[in-house]
């Protein structure tokens, strides 16, 4: 499968653990997004990269949260000192290039659950 | 402010018939426009692009129309199936990037084909 690979696709954990969401776009994209979207909402903007540089921060992207594509390829979203309200699904998209006709194609998500 | 506000919220029809989701804009200076198929827990995928020159674009039994003059664009699927229920996001690009890359997402319509 080459398409945009979300690592793990759920996650339960207790309120103020940390978290990882791992992120594989597909080859050769240089644009990597990541948007969080919760129940009959549409994605929310985090964060988007172009290669290892982080273009673009959402004011909903609070100091708790962090997102890294080191080499340019793979990016993590780290959560830290989770929240309920961090309840979500986090969505990978990635595209090829910076014209705005390219597709952008979606990971298949990670569903993260804070009790 | 750019926005996208897509109608109905929701939509329930038989299967085998038609229906038409509607998609209106504010988004400018204006680039394309995409709809995703979402399917519940499941990241979107694309279904069209759509850039100003194009007043419509078909994907099967999806058709997609455009009128940049009114920023409205409307999804007509024919002849509905089981298959099709999912929710399907309107998503707009403004030129020359802009917050979130120059993307503004709608909430999506929420459709529901019954047999």
């Known amino acids: 499968d080459t398409g945009v690979s979300q690592d793990p696709r759920h996650k339960i954990t207790k309120r103020g653990q940390n978290v990882t969401f791992r992120c594989d776009p597909i080859?050769?994209?240089?644009?990597l997004y990541w948007y969080r979207q919760t129940l009959g909402q549409g994605p929310e903007f985090l964060t988007y990269?172009?290669?290892?540089?982080?273009?673009?921060k959402s004011r909903l992207l609070s100091d708790r949260f962090s997102a890294e594509r080191p080499k340019g390829s793979f990016s993590t979203l780290e959560i830290q000192r989770t929240e309920q309200g961090d309840s979500a699904m986090y969505l990978c998209a990635s595209s090829l290039g910076d014209r705005a006709g390219n597709t952008i194609y979606f990971g298949e998500g990670s569903w993260l659950t804070v009790v | 402010k750019n926005q996208v506000e897509q109608s109905p919220q929701s939509l329930i029809i038989l299967e085998g018939k038609n229906c038409t989701l509607q998609?209106?804009?504010?988004?400018?200076?204006?680039?394309?426009l995409r709809w995703y198929k979402q399917d519940t827990g499941r990241g979107p995928v694309s279904l069209t692009i759509?850039?100003?020159?194009?007043n419509t674009k078909s994907n099967g039994r999806y058709t997609a129309t455009l009128d940049a003059d009114t920023k409205q664009s409307s999804l007509h699927i024919t002849a509905s199936q089981l298959s099709d229920s999912a929710s399907y996001i309107c998503v707009v690009s403004a030129e020359s990037g802009g917050g979130a890359d120059g993307l503004t997402f709608g909430k999506g319509t929420h459709l529901i084909i019954q047999p």
């Open positions: 759509m850039t100003f020159s194009e």
């Open positions: 080859s050769e994209h240089n644009r």
């Open positions: 990269f172009q290669n290892e540089a982080q273009l673009e």
């Open positions: 998609c209106n804009y504010t988004v400018s200076p204006f680039s394309n």
